[in-house]
């Protein structure tokens, strides 16, 4: 009911729409009428009240409500489902859990706030009140295990498109899971899955991104779109665009496998043709990464000729 009352409110943000006019359209009674709007303002709505007029929209709250996502959202999976949650622990356990007890692909996950948020191999992620977007997606890919990680590259272009379409900034990707916009990161993709040997049964793509978050909130070497761009993020927008382009992308693996992907990657990639230095488990090798491999390992050229290709790890880019 909510939903539709802001939605009336948004058709004629100019106008006042008395309680009256807008209980009977929506068949309900004055004093739920009353209630709804009470409800709205503890989610931080603020109204004009005039008698004789009535109630006027005059700020909607800064919020990754479903009500505020979902009538903008052009998906027909990912995000057909949205939870939302002020502050969590982590949202990719929350969709992990939901996903074990059965879930539908394409939940969302997305909270304002985390106080445990993570990276890979247990690292911290901060995760700053309202200013930064973390969320986790709930996919059921018919795939085996072993070609997961082109999903993390998939996430990683849609992010990349995403942050483009919202902001006037050039985002790029690194290898894997990182989003870069001058060279410092912006955004990252923490993959997990709950699989069988031969089958994935489902798949959790979390991503957290720097939207308006301050720089003093960040660890060194960490940005946000809006210190890169100057301009105020409209997360709800950006949520929007990276949904839409995620499902896209999410079609286009299903039916065509990884190759287109695979190309749009090596255009946003700020990876390729660098001299990089690649850590995996207690391994490392220097190189140049010269492509993205049809699994989505990276192959890098050594100094000695050969070539090596990483399935997964750390990289640095060196110059
Ligand atoms: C990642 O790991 O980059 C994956 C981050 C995924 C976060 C999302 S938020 C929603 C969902 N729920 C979760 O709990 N997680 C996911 P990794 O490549 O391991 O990078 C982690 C490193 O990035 C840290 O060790 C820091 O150096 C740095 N870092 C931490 N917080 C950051 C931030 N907000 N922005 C940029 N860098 C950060």
Redesign the pocket.
Known sequence: MEEKILKLFKKKPEHYLSGEQISKSLNITRSAFWKHIEKLRLYGYEFDAVPHLGYRLRKAPDKLYPFEISPILKTRIIGKDIIYHDTV?????I?YNLAKSGAKEGVVVV?ER?T??????S??????KEK?????IILRPKMTPFKAPVMTLMAAVSLAQAIRESADVQAFIKW???ILINE???????TEMDAEADFVKFLIL?????AN?KIL????????IAQESGVFVVRQQLVKALLERLEQNYLLIQKEGFAPIRTQWRNLSVTLGRRVKATCMHKQIEGEAVDIEPDGGLKVRLDNGFYEKVMAG?LALLR
């Open positions: 622990g982590s949202t990719n356990t969709a909270a985390q445990k948020g993570r990276g890979r191999l690292r911290i992620w901060s995760s700053p930064g977007i973390y969320l986790s894997p899971n990182d410092k990161k912006v955004s990252g993709i923490l979390g991503i957290g991104i720097n978050t909130d960040l660890p060194k070497g960490a940005t946000s750390d």
